[in-house]
């Protein structure tokens, strides 16, 4: 490996932005750091490129601009710039944003672009006060049909009031989460040679997972986005019953069992990783299920640092020699 000072100045500042997205990673996840160390070492720093940005996004809209007094309107505008910012950057292969720098280097060497970044901003807009966002945004991306469902929306519906039915769940969760999944399955199959039915395959398992790993998050933050947040993501309503919740963990079921059968085709070097992180959201789903609302509300659902070293372990007993 070449030292520092032997690199060029791109590639230095390279190294550095790469460093930075780390360490914002690090400073909101601990658990997210030991899951990259499962991916084969060419994936690692891509995985933790984009989502030191998705992070950096997800924080702005999420009360962190707020806290330093911006009004939603300059929070859109920040955001609006964010995403400018980082088109440029991975057009032109440069940005003065160390976090936005490593997320386009890997964006050029994945092939991810505005068709997967688009729809994240969008989303991220919907967090933001729906006055301003109908006000000042771009038209939304589109979302593509998934295979064999009718039910599917075309486009990103308008959730006034931070209320969520469930076409705009569906457009949210899209955008926020099942995109992300496809950037990553981008970084995991750079170099593999596949078929347009293997690639669509795998792109369906991608964006299941993604949606499972979204849904599950808004059960066990249930109490932050309806009291601090005022946000209901699982039902246009402001309450959460028994029955709804029921409904969410089923459906979550269904998502990290379609994601696990494509697993077989994923690179040998990303299956162990991903296979732990379904099987650690499958976990958390299963308590949450024996959990009534009332006691999700009052307690974050979580598995603890022994818990999370025996689905490691499953995991590189069913993956690692597959």
Request: with cysteine; aromatic share 6%.
């Amino acid at each position: 490996m070449r030292e520092l000072h032997d690199l060029d100045p791109l590639e230095r500042y390279i190294v550095a932005s790469e460093r930075a997205a780390d360490q914002v990673i690090r400073a909101y996840s601990s658990s997210f750091g030991a899951a990259t160390r499962l991916l084969g070492a060419r994936h690692r720093r891509h995985v933790r490129n984009i989502y030191a940005l998705v992070r950096v996004a997800d924080e702005l809209v999420d009360g962190v601009a707020a806290g330093a007094h911006l009004a939603s309107i300059e929070q859109l505008a920040r955001l609006n710039a964010l995403e400018t910012e980082t088109n440029n950057a991975v057009r032109t292969g440069y940005s003065s944003n160390p976090i936005v720098q490593a997320f386009a280097s890997t964006a050029r060497i994945a092939g991810i672009d505005a068709t997967l970044t688009a729809p994240f901003f969008a989303s991220m807009r919907t967090d933001l006060d729906p006055i301003s966002v109908t006000a000042q945004a771009p038209e939304p991306a589109l979302v593509p049909a998934r295979a064999a469902s009718a039910a599917e929306p075309v486009g990103v519906a308008t959730a006034g009031g931070h209320r969520f039915d469930a076409q705009a769940h569906a457009s949210y969760v899209y955008g926020s989460a099942e995109v992300v999944g496809l950037m990553c399955l981008r970084v995991f199959v750079r170099d593999e040679s596949l078929t347009v039915e293997q690639t669509h395959t795998l792109e369906q398992g991608a964006r299941s997972l993604g949606a499972a790993f979204q849904n599950v998050n808004f059960l066990r933050d249930l109490a932050d986005d309806t009291e601090r947040l005022d946000r209901s993501y699982l039902s246009p309503d402001d309450v959460i019953t028994e029955d709804c919740k029921a409904q969410w963990v089923a459906t979550i079921r269904l998502q990290l069992a379609e994601a696990e059968a494509v697993l077989p085709l994923l690179p040998r070097d990303a299956r162990v990783a991903v296979d732990c992180a379904r099987r650690l959201f499958s976990r958390l789903n299963d308590r949450i299920a024996e959990r009534t609302v009332a006691q999700i509300m009052q307690q974050r659902v979580r598995v603890s640092q022994p818990g999370k070293l025996v689905l490691i372990a499953q995991a590189l007993t069913a993956r690692g020699a597959s």
